[in-house]
C-alpha cells in the first residue's frame, strides 16, 4: 500500500538543539498531520496541516504543509528531555480511505 | 474527560487461542479504528468503521474479526488464525470529515503478547 517515507528514522541530540524532520509521498496530500507516541502509549496529535504552504505552530513546534503537497516538515526549537518519543506523519492517500502514517522518526534527548 | 479507554493494557494469549481487545469512546465520534504497531513498522490499519453495523478491511485484517454494535464500543478479537498476533494494538477515533481528513484520537494501547 501508500507509504509515506519519514526521515531521518532516528536522532540523538543535545538538549537545547533544534530539531528537524520530514515526511514526503508520491501522492498529492490534502491534510498533513503529526502525532507524538510516548513509550507504551498512544500517539497524540501535535498539529494539524490543511493548505499548501500553512507553516503552523504549537509552543516550540512548528510546521509546514510542502508547497508541492507531497511533503511536510516538523521543526522543535531548543529540545529538552520530555521531546524524545517517536513522532509520525500521517495524511489520508485517497479520496475514502483512513489515514496513512510513517515508520516514524525516534527522537532521543540527551541532557 | 472524553476519551478512548482500551483495555486490558497488557494480555497474554495461548496458542490456539481467540482473544478480544475491548475499545470504547465517549467522544461521540462516528468513526473508529483499529491500528498494529511492530517495531519499526509504524502504524498498520487492521479495521475501520464509519458507522454503526458497518466496518471495512484495512491493510492487515487477516486473523482479526471485528463488531460495531454500539457507536462508543469497537472491540477487536485476535483469532488463533493470526499465526504472529506479539504487537502492540492502538484504537482511535474520529469525526467524519471530508476524505478522513479529520484528526484521530488515540487510545493507550493492548501490549499483546503469546505464551
Known amino acids: 500500500g501508500q507509504q509515506l517515507n519519514q526521515s531521518p528514522q532516528s536522532m540523538f541530540i543535545q538538549e537545547g538543539e533544534d530539531v528537524s524532520m520530514n515526511c514526503t509521498s508520491s501522492?498529492?496530500?490534502?491534510?498533513w498531520l503529526w502525532y507524538k507516541q510516548d513509550p507504551g502509549e498512544g500517539p497524540v496529535l501535535l498539529i494539524a496541516?490543511?493548505?499548501?504552504?500553512e507553516l503552523t505552530s504549537n509552543g516550540r513546534l512548528t510546521a509546514q504543509f510542502g508547497i508541492t503537497r507531497k511533503d511536510s516538515f516538523l521543526n522543535i526549537s531548543a529540545s529538552i528531555p520530555s521531546d524524545v518519543g517517536i513522532y509520525f506523519c500521517a495524511g489520508p492517500v485517497r479520496g475514502n480511505t483512513p489515514l496513512v502514517f510513517g515508520k516514524g522518526t525516534r527522537l532521543s534527548v540527551i541532557a | 474527560d472524553g476519551g478512548i479507554t482500551q483495555s486490558p493494557k497488557y494480555l497474554f494469549r495461548k496458542e490456539g487461542q481467540n482473544v478480544t481487545l475491548s475499545c470504547e469512546q465517549n467522544l461521540n465520534h462516528d468513526a473508529m479504528y483499529w491500528y498494529r504497531q511492530d517495531p519499526g513498522q509504524g502504524l498498520r490499519l487492521i479495521y475501520y468503521s464509519q458507522i454503526v453495523n458497518d466496518f471495512q478491511k484495512g491493510d492487515i485484517a487477516e486473523g482479526y474479526s471485528v463488531s460495531r454494535e454500539k457507536k462508543e464500543s469497537f472491540p477487536l478479537t485476535v483469532t488463533s488464525a493470526q499465526k504472529n498476533p506479539t504487537a502492540f494494538y492502538l484504537c482511535a477515533s474520529s469525526i467524519l470529515g471530508v476524505a478522513f481528513n479529520q484528526p484521530q484520537h488515540f487510545g493507550d494501547g493492548t501490549r499483546l503478547s503469546i505464551l
Open positions: 496541516l490543511y493548505k499548501a504552504g
Open positions: 501522492s498529492i496530500f490534502n491534510t
